[in-house]
């Protein structure tokens, strides 16, 4: 079925992402930049609640402090206690000036009040040590030290200390989370820009491929399925390298981090933290698996209701004249339902994955309460630590939550890479020759020659009734006019295709001024002709630029001149605005025969030395036909024409008259000698006249 999603089987394609990667080169240098500064944001994140643990562990709830012990009038010295000089080592001391005392102290917190102990014992600090104190003196598991205690006004003086070094936490965090903020903009817009670029260069190479794809592709894949390439599979692709490749990167820098800084600090809470894995990484596992399911369903219903919408507002014309309205409605409403089903479906999906995750978020943090919260209790583990396992904890499962969700839009950008890279790869079948020859200036005269040219629209005919053209021949020469009649699917439309090269012919040759067209520059041979079709195609803008289709060198006074010539002029200066009233889409707002006199003035525009015209099959006004009459016979005086004529009073001054039928050359000749000899012309003519 057309909206089915491929399956793609490995869920991983090394060649896709090489080649999605090849793309990002260019952008090497941003996303560098961009990685780098991750490592950084990564690094805030996993900071913050480290300098948490610091603040409560050394400033806010300290067992014990460090300090360094001074001769007495020493400058630096905070107060003298029992003759020693006491000195709070700052965070910046802490890091550049620790040599300059040789004695340490530490200040212990006590029941009743603070002691400053002679000498340190770092088992006073880890927790767990067995403190004995008496009048004068502590014993840390079995060793005797000297302490004094602190009269009151030396403990102020601590205790604002702390105060003051719980401030330069703050402050240094803040610049750091000030810091982060800048770098996470930058980071944030230089990723997206870089994606969109990648993505703009993607869609302009996909454009312009489609763009170049012989007509004969257009054929074969219908146009919503090409929008739904350059639109939608182009944004899943942005979204992969938004959202998911550096974003990813970026979790599982977070998720490892995590547990390094966790592991770090305290082993056995991280033990306990991370006892819910298992049960993650099976749920994880599940929800990957269906959801997978789910929104493939959700994307085959959407691309359904998308194709059914499109389809039906444009031929909504049709659908009310035929009363169709109510039966339409009816299909549509189940197409719509369907989706909603499936959307319900998806919703499911998520609301059970979430929740699960939460679920073990909180079985881990109950644990760690429970585990973490007795150890503080006994005094085993410090409560800045356990602080920072509830943060680290939450961090841990964040980024978990988004890599399973991320994983989805992962393969299914994969899948659409895959659809872009095919068409990408889809090469067109008709190409410029290696040693393209090319008309110069005036040396092109316009004279054209069919030999036995054998033609079908299938690539690999299999029996004469596969071609829609059979040994077709004819010439005519510079300056003449040729016209084509014959029944409905005769092959008259082809044979012009033909000649513009749209498709390429299976046998014979067709020479342009004696050099065979698939010798020519295809961009040279399309510039000598200038085509006028049966279904005439208007793009949304003004009359003007639909005249002159981009191109700048056309004046105004030179379109007004134009459209004079062909008889347009007429019907335009009377719109409202001239030659800058909007047309929509498939000029729906103008009558046939307008649009026919618009598409003349078109194809003169350029001044074509070979001109080409098939007529519109639709019933025109006698007024509107004598006006295109005349303007046809104006315009192809002095250049080669073919026409392709359903009404045979267009064309009886052509000086050669090809009837042509089931894709053969029936009768050739000018208007008076096919009526002489009485065949199908005469027919016809018969047919077309017998009221006059
Ligand atoms: N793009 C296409 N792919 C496949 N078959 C095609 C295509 N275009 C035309 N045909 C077939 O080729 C045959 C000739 O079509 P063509 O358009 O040349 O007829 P025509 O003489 O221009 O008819 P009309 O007078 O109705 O415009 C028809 O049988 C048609 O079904
Ligand atoms: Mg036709």
Redesign the pocket.
Known sequence: MEYQEKEIHKSYDAKLMWRLIKYAKAQWLILLISILMMFFITGVDLVIPYVTKIAIDDYITPVSQTVYLSEPGDSRTDFVSNGKGVVFPGLIERTFDRTVYENKGQIYKTGSGFLLIDGTSKNLSSSGAEVVITPGSIIIDGVDYSTTPLTESQIANFKTYNKSQITLLTLILGLILLLNFAFSFVHTYLLNYASQKIVYNMREQLFNHVENMS??FF?KNPVGRLVTRVSNDMENINEMFTTVLVTSLKDFLLLFGTVVVMAAINFKLTVVCLSTIPLVLISAQIFRTKARAVQREVKVKIAKINATLAENISGMKIIQIFNREKSIFDDFDVINKDFLKSSVQETKVYAIFRPTMNLAYSISLSLLLWFGGGDAIMNLVELGVLVAFITYTQQFFRPIMDLSEKFNIFQSSMASAERIFMLLDEESLIVNPEHPKRFEGEEFKGSIVFEDVWFS??ENPKSVDDY?LKGVSFEIGSGESLALV??????????I?LLNRFYDIQKGHIYIDGIDIRELEMENLREQIGIVL?DVFLFAGDIKSNIRLHDKSISDERIKEIATYVNADTFISKLRKGYDEEVTERGSTLSAGQRQLLSFARALAFDPKILIL?EA?SNIDTETELLIQDAINKIITGRTTVI?A?RLSTIQHASKIIV?CK?EVREVGNHQELLEKGGMYYDLYKLQYKDH
């Not at 014959?486 to 044979?495: C, E, R």
Request: glycine share 16%.
């Open positions: 007509l004969s054929d629209y299938d829609v014959g029944a409905t699917g005769s092959g008259k439309t082809t044979i295709s049966q098939d099959t392709v359903h042509m894709g």
